[in-house]
């Protein structure tokens, strides 16, 4: 997808379009609800990103390239390999827990085959980030610190799949760990839910004692 200058406006549209996409879903979204919350003259929007479609691509691109740009940093940093997957990890939760409106407009808009144009950035952007996992990975292995039969192809899905089920069920694990307010909630994804992440993860990558 070709990289689309972002001013305020645009940020204002996609902000919104984010917030609607992710509450009303992508078809029960029309530009002029857009337009409508954002202030912003209907022409305009469309003058800006063409279709609805589009849209959702800059939407995508927009929330999302900040994490390829943070994995590409952390390739070269000169640190250990489990304390590279460790920051990876943290990184991946960070993220989805910034951008919990379009992980939600994606998890719905994947299954339907008529986005799949729209998604496809989000499918490229996908593969470059698995290639700076991979390569990650890679170096441990190369240092003999990680395992020569690991799936690196689902150590992504572990970390964001662990993540996402622990979200959707939200009210069960608010009652089962006593978590009384939104700051008890996401410091408990911060601390205790990561470190179990990262803990699982090195369970899988290390070779056993």
């Known amino acids: 997808m070709s990289h689309i200058e972002l001013n305020d406006k645009k940020i ?25 919350e954002a202030k912003i003259n209907i022409a305009m929007v469309s003058y800006y990103f063409g279709s ?12 999302t390239v900040d994490l390829k740009l943070q994995l590409e940093n952390l390739l070269q940093e000169n640190i250990e390999p489990l304390e590279k997957v460790n920051k990876l990890i943290e990184i991946y939760i960070n993220r989805i827990c910034l951008n919990k409106g379009i ?8 299954y339907n085959k008529k986005r799949e144009k729209s998604l ?11 290639k700076s996992v991979e390569s990650i990975i890679k170096q441990g292995q190369a240092l003999g610190v990680f ?3 690991v799936n690196i192809q689902l150590i992504t899905p572990t970390i964001i799949g662990t993540f ?11 009652e089962l760990f006593d978590l009384k307010t939104e700051e008890m909630f996401n410091n408990y994804i911060k601390n205790d839910l990561t470190k179990h992440i990262q803990q699982t993860i ?4 290390v070779y056993e004692n």
């Open 120 to 130: 496809q950035a989000f499918t490229e952007l996908k593969k470059g980030n698995l």
């Open 202 to 205: 090195k369970a899988l990558l």
């Open 12 to 36: 204002q549209i996609l902000n919104v379009a984010e917030r609607l996409f992710s509450e009303k879903g992508f078809e029960g979204t029309s530009i002029r609800d857009i337009s409508k």
């Open 103 to 110: 992980y939600r407009v994606l998890h719905f808009e994947l």
């Open 164 to 174: 996402f089920h622990f979200h959707m069920n939200r009210s069960f694990f608010e």
């Open 52 to 63: 609805k479609e589009r849209l959702l691509e800059a939407l995508i691109f927009h929330k």
């Open 147 to 149: 395992r020569k039969d």
